[in-house]
């Protein structure tokens, strides 16, 4: 009996698990405080055991805030976005059959851009459930947008492909000229809406989790689910009716899986490049195009990736932060160059 | 024991109408091709069979039940479709592919089975696949790649299949494999297969009906004997071509007519009357009636392949019974036509004491002073009489027959004479 990719992939999965705890306990032990990892874990361990009475650290509660209201929140959410744009790119990548899509391709990211945008602008200034007013309008503009796009393209019912990309070009276009617009009569909080562009996960809190969570956790289970569906509509969609996938429904519901998982990632972290585009082919080279291995391997993939390019935003120009999307870009595309060239025969797709 | 039933099926694109009042039937262990000239409609009556399109008007029926009324699984459960021309934007191997076949059989959160993975396995080995299983499917040639279809198509099961120009640039040993393995899909498992298919001999040869399709509508139905005429194959596809029986596969096949063969051919007013037997006449008869000339020949037996050259270009022929010498009767129709031609061209055929009154008619009309054109040499290898055949050879040439090295020449000897009338 032949071996098939889908079968190894638990194993792959555990060991990635493995690498992401590895990540996450290296990034929590960065910082301007020196914090051993000993102590970072008895800290954590009081805080989930309360009961227990342990007492393995004798750490002071500046530093207990330190690990618990600042590093943590911001690691788990780069693990979370990291592995929510990845998941998307992989559907993106899947429904559109074009190796070049990333999440951001029907216009998620003008969408939310734009709603960051008139936030910062507007300087409203309410919480909704705890959550900032800008993640909320980003997260509400991009859904529009996305709305908008899907309605431009559709003729009937169905929704071909290649008008959707189209649509979410220019869509993207005219929405950019707006912020551009914004950007010109409001010069003072540029740099705010500049910054909030390139990407970082400084500004996490638990409040931003707790309502990120959900969305992108259900969106990722969701797309996991239509992994056979996926594998089939990358033939081509006629191929796949024949086999009997409903197609025009499977892609609609994807891509609203993916949109709403890219929404809830962009709002609270800003535009992170490139983990969208590459992870999935890293992904692939590692245990084939199946999406029923590839998924859940982008997912780990995905969480490690961000949560090092965090590490390393934080340590390299130590105590000064780079925007996390720069360290993505700049080390995600030189790396990939690296795995595409040893691979030889060239990577097919 | 599965039924199709096509009624009135119509489809349109804006205003053009693809497909007109198209109406047929079929049913379980039936091999059917559709046949036409491009732009027909074929592929478009395909995809309206396997229910991706929906036609505008009329309906398909698949044992009673309305095919667009039927849910995408169900409709996947009972029809497979060979594509012509398969995408691949992700490298999946070729085992990965034919397990999606399983797909209409499987439920959303289910892996595949041992079952659905032998399945897969046994499709591949009837498609002849088997040892590509774990190779990738951009490393795997056009035509395996075909039969890994064709295998995915078996996998899901199904009862009706259907294939878009399933020999497309396939080698001949795999068209062959192809057209056989249909065959035995057809009458081992009792599958309905229809294929759009371009080579006319395949299709005579493998399938039990045939439809001929042509501006969107049905022009002919039928065995292939029935549906390849000449007229039907002049109609549909503008052509004009012979219909032969080969002995040795008892099916029909056709050869069309070189391009000069047209609708409308010049008539010439020259007669060419053709001695010949045992072959070596029939691609002369051929050529003379393509330029347009009339043209008899004679005495020819009723098995020889001579007699039916003649048959398919229209020629008047002195015809005897097979096995037998030439008769008095046949040679006086022979000098008959003799008489009625205006040129004699002698072929270089066997001489027997059996068809020596052929020699003695072309001598005859060399008499009438009717040009006479010998292909080939003096006869020294024809002569089987010993001797005889030659002397007279010797004798037309000396009554001035003209010696024409081949039948080309022979042609041209004739246009010449022809100019000079």
């Known amino acids: ?349 | 024991m599965v039924t199709l039933s096509i009624m009135g099926v119509e489809c349109r694109y804006a205003s053009v109408k693809i497909l007109e009042n198209v109406t047929f039937q079929a049913e379980a262990g039936e091999l059917i091709g559709v046949l036409g000239p491009n732009g027909a409609g074929k592929t478009t009556l395909l995809k309206t069979i396997s229910g991706v399109l929906k036609p505008n008007g009329g309906v398909v029926y698949v044992d009673g039940r309305e095919l667009n009324r039927m849910g995408v699984k169900e409709v996947a459960r009972n029809i497979a479709v060979v594509p012509q021309d398969p995408q691949t934007t992700f490298n999946f191997t070729a085992m990965e592919i034919v397990l999606m076949g399983r797909n209409p059989h499987m439920s959303r959160l289910q892996l595949e089975s041992p079952k659905d993975v032998q399945l897969a396995l046994s499709s591949m080995r009837l498609a002849g696949v088997e040892h590509l299983a774990d190779r990738m499917m951009d490393e795997i040639s056009g035509g395996e790649r075909r039969l890994i279809m064709i295998a995915r198509a078996l996998a899901q099961e199904p009862r009706i299949l259907l294939l878009d120009e399933p020999t497309l640039h396939l080698d001949i040993a795999n068209q062959i494999k192809v057209m056989e393995l249909l065959r035995e899909l057809c009458g081992k498992r009792g599958l309905l297969v229809i294929a759009v298919l371009h080579d006319f001999n395949l299709a005579a040869r493998y399938c039990d009906k045939l439809l001929l399709l042509s501006g969107g509508r049905i022009q002919a139905t039928g065995t292939p004997e029935e549906a390849l005429t000449r007229e039907n194959l002049s109609h549909v596809f503008g052509v004009q071509v012979y219909v032969k029986r080969h002995e040795m596969t008892n099916s029909i096949y056709i050869v069309p007519v070189s391009a000069s063969g047209g609708k409308e051919r010049l008539r010439k007013s020259l007669r060419v009357h053709v001695i010949c037997g045992g072959g070596t006449g029939a691609s002369l008869l051929k050529a003379l009636s393509d330029q347009g000339y009339e043209t008899s020949a004679g005495v020819l037996n009723v098995l020889d392949t001579d007699y039916e050259a003649a048959q398919q270009v229209g020629a008047e022929v002195a015809v005897e019974a097979p096995f037998s010498p030439i008769t008095s009767a046949a040679h006086r129709r022979n000098i008959e036509l003799i008489k009625r031609a205006d040129i004699i061209i002698v072929t270089e055929f066997m001489i027997g004491k059996g068809n020596l009154k052929n020699l003695e008619a072309a001598i005859e009309g060399a008499k009438m002073r009717k040009p006479v054109v010998l292909i080939g040499s003096l006869g020294l290898k024809q002569d089987f009489t010993g001797g005889i055949g030659e002397k007279m050879l010797r004798t037309l040439k000396r009554r001035g027959a003209l010696q024409a090295h081949s039948g080309d020449e022979a042609l041209n000897i004739v246009s010449s004479l022809a100019l000079k009338k």
């Open chain 1, 1 to 349: 009996m032949p071996r098939r990719a889908v079968e190894n992939w638990k194993r792959k999965f555990i060991i990635l698990t493995f690498i992401l705890i590895l990540a996450m306990l290296i990034s929590l032990n960065l910082g301007y405080a020196q914090i051993p990892v000993t102590k970072i874990l008895g800290i954590m361990a009081e805080r989930v055991a309360p009961f227990l009475n342990l007492r393995y650290s004798d750490a002071s509660e500046t530093e207990k805030s330190i690990v618990m209201d600042l590093r943590l929140p911001r690691i788990l959410g780069g693990a979370l976005i990291g592995l929510g744009l990845s998941t998307a790119g992989v559907v993106f990548q899947g429904v559109f059959r074009n190796p070049m899509a990333d999440p951001y391709v029907i216009g998620v990211s003008s969408g939310a851009a734009l709603g960051a945008a008139l936030a910062i602008v507007l300087n409203i200034g309410f919480t909704v459930f705890g959550v900032n007013t800008l993640s909320v309008m980003a997260f509400l503009f991009s859904l529009t947008a996305v709305f908008i796009v899907f309605n431009l393209a559709r003729t009937g019912p169905k929704v071909p492909v290649t008008t959707l990309l189209l649509s979410g070009l220019a869509v993207s276009i005219m929405f950019s000229a707006f912020i551009s617009f914004l950007q010109l009569i409001s010069g003072w909080e540029l740099h705010r809406l500049v910054y909030w562009m390139m990407g970082g996960l400084s500004g996490i809190q638990w409040a931003d989790l707790k309502s990120a969570t959900p969305l992108i956790i259900g969106g990722v289970v969701g797309v996991y689910l239509y992994s056979r569906d996926l594998n089939i509509m990358t033939l081509s969609e006629e191929e796949a009716q024949h086999l009997g996938v409903n197609v025009e429904r499977s892609k609609k519901i994807l891509l609203a899986l993916g949109s709403l998982i890219t929404a809830a990632s962009v709002s609270i972290s800003g535009l992170i490049g490139f983990v969208g585009l590459i992870i999935p082919h890293l992904t692939r080279i590692m245990v084939g195009p199946d999406h029923r291995a590839l998924t859940p391997a982008s997912i780990m993939t995905g969480a490690i990736f961000l949560v090092s390019c965090d590490s390393l935003a934080r340590f390299i120009l130590a105590p000064i932060e780079l925007p996390v999307g720069l360290v993505t870009s700049l080390t995600g595309a030189p790396f990939f160059l690296y795995l595409l060239r040893k691979r030889g025969k060239g990577y097919r797709m």
